[in-house]
């Protein structure tokens, strides 16, 4: 890890031009600005291969990589490594980001090459609520999976969105690299995001929620406690390993939305978009046990806050 650590350097992104920056070791970063959106990028190293069957995804505190537990294969010594029921799973607390900045770089792995865009440049700016309440923030432009029809929640710092519809005359394309996209009940396309954006210059922590109502708005707020915050696995109950103090589900395609997705199957229930046996447990898990609409463990958004509170949107940003 020290390497990394050493490596960190700022980023030079001049113009719209290509620069080596950030990390000289194993191969220099190079950065762009093209169409206003900064990324960096870099070859990934042969030590820092995730050979198959390993499937690998950026989360919240790291990179986590998933593997049938009778594997052969070995990753980089770098990943701290556990078997949890059928799996082995494996976590690098520290993956290489082009600066310091590591909670604004939305990172992932596309073939040999590691990439790494700026939050901020993506999408649409967080606006702050004047209020007196906890501050909070909104966003109008936030990531979606396609130019589908979603609805989605946030549950526990998980993104989860599912279909409601698909807009005609359309074509399907292939999501960003960091969703993790499966078929659920009635052909909907049911997708999460482990490490959703916040407001990336706050360091408290935060609750964060979707509004689908018109303007359709992305909700942060900061909070005294935090629900997704974990010591060992144990606090994250099913489904889930905590990987750097924070809970994050196992890098699979999620299947389902509503408890009731997972079918007549006795025992099961929807824990982070996965058919999984038994109850929910653990601290996250007790903390959301408020009557919903659907199920115990259905995706719900209990702390919108009313029109009333919301700030005015901004007329510079349209619709997500």
């Not at 922590?205 to 974990?230: L, Q």
């Not at 929807?270 to 653990?282: K, M």
């Amino acid at each position: 890890m020290a390497r990394w650590a050493q490596a960190l350097t700022g980023v030079a992104v001049v113009g719209l031009g290509v620069v080596a920056c950030g990390d000289a070791t194993p191969a220099a970063w190079r950065c762009d600005a093209s169409g206003g959106v900064e990324s960096c990028s870099r070859p990934i190293a042969p030590d820092e291969g995730e050979p198959a069957p390993w499937r690998c995804l950026d989360v919240a505190k790291g990179r986590m990589c998933v593997a049938p537990q009778a594997t052969s294969q070995s990753l980089p010594s770098r990943y701290a490594c556990r078997v949890v029921g059928s799996h082995r799973v494996c976590v690098d607390p520290e993956p290489p980001k082009p600066d310091a900045r590591r909670a604004a770089w939305r990172c992932w792995v596309d073939g040999g090459t590691r990439t790494c865009r700026l939050r901020a440049s993506a999408r649409g700016p967080w606006l702050r609520d004047p209020g007196t309440g906890p501050a909070s923030w909104s966003q109008r432009r936030y990531a979606l999976p396609d130019e589908a029809e979603w609805e989605c929640a946030e549950i526990e710092g998980i993104a989860y969105c599912r279909t409601t519809g698909d807009p005609a005359g359309v074509a399907r394309r292939e999501p960003a690299p960091w969703w993790l996209c499966g078929e659920g009940p009635e052909g909907r396309r049911i997708c999460t995001d482990p490490d959703p954006d916040r407001p990336t210059d706050v360091q408290a922590s935060m609750a964060c929620h979707f509004d689908h109502s018109p303007p359709r708005r992305r909700w942060c707020e900061t909070k005294t406690t935090d629900d997704g915050a974990c010591a060992a696995d144990g606090d994250c109950g099913l489904g889930a390993v905590c990987v750097g103090g924070r809970c994050a589900p196992l890098v699979a395609e999620p299947s389902c939305y509503f408890d009731r997705d997972c079918g007549e199957n006795a025992g099961q229930v929807c824990r982070w978009g996965l058919c999984v046996r038994g109850e929910p447990t653990g601290p996250a898990a007790r903390a959301k046990r408020t009557p919903p609409r659907e199920s115990p463990s259905a995706p719900v958004e209990t702390s919108a806050p009313s029109n009333a509170e919301r700030p005015a949107p901004s007329s510079a940003e349209g619709p997500p």
